[in-house]
């Protein structure tokens, strides 16, 4: 079945370093989605990417989906603490399932 | 308005026993989904309907695990004669159709 791999699997920053989360999918992506998990808390949503090559950016955080759309990135600037937690990529293998295969996260903590 | 909100919030079950989790999805929402997270790992579907229709159950981890949505709103996953394996996180989320998929906080269910 699909596999999505995240490396690494844990990061710690100083504070205001840059972070940078892969994402690896085994099959190709109809589009990848992020989600945000602080510690004990929910998944929550951050973006969805779409197209091949896409690259979206939210103030300080940039996501790019491959071009072969089987990976991803999640690039932060300046890390603050409110950037901690771990970040999952998702995703959908077809447009006609909506299940989200989720990547095994990657966990950020923040030295102030 | 209201998220999606999941009841009991925590769980502890002998082992044997049977469960059932509940999930209110944000209203109006078509889609709605299920998943186990373990400790560490990231969430892992179990199974997701359209309204009342179960489109997908392939992610149920044995028989021991049943799912329904009969009038396409509220939702109940059932896990009968529990196993200590089965302790986890279980996650619920909604979506428009094709949409966002917004979590709810999660059951924690821990099986002695």
């Known amino acids: 079945g699909q596999q999505v791999m995240q490396i690494p699997q844990y990061q710690h920053v100083q504070e205001g370093e840059d972070f940078t989360t892969y994402c690896n999918s085994s099959?190709?992506?109809?589009?990848i989605q992020w989600y945000k998990q602080r510690p004990g808390g929910h998944p929550v949503f951050l973006i969805q990417l779409v197209k091949s090559g896409e690259v979206k950016k939210q103030k300080r955080l940039t996501f790019q989906f491959g071009e072969a759309k089987k990976n991803s990135s999640l690039h932060i600037t300046a890390t603050q603490t409110t950037d901690v937690g771990t970040y999952f990529c998702?995703?959908?293998?077809?447009?006609?399932?909506?299940?989200?295969?989720f990547g095994t996260g990657t966990r950020l903590t923040i030295i102030p | 308005g209201a998220g999606v909100s999941q009841s009991p919030r925590y769980k502890v079950a002998k082992r044997g026993q049977d469960v059932a989790l509940r999930c209110d999805p944000i209203?109006?929402?078509?889609?709605l989904f299920w998943y186990q997270q373990a400790l560490g790992q990231g969430p892992e579907f179990l199974t997701y309907?359209?309204?009342?229709?179960?489109?997908?159950k392939s992610g149920l981890p044995s028989d021991r695990f049943f799912a329904e949505r009969p009038e396409g709103s509220v939702s109940t996953l059932k896990i009968q004669r529990t196993q200590q394996e089965d302790s986890a996180v279980y996650l619920c989320?909604?979506?428009?159709?094709?949409?966002?998929?917004?979590f709810g906080p999660g059951t924690r269910l821990t099986v002695l």
């Open positions: 209203s109006g929402h078509v889609s």
């Open positions: 998702a995703g959908r293998s077809n447009f006609g399932n909506e299940k989200l295969t």
């Open positions: 989320a909604s979506s428009p159709l094709r949409g966002t998929q917004y």
């Open positions: 099959t190709t992506l109809s589009n």
């Open positions: 309907f359209q309204n009342e229709a179960q489109l997908d």
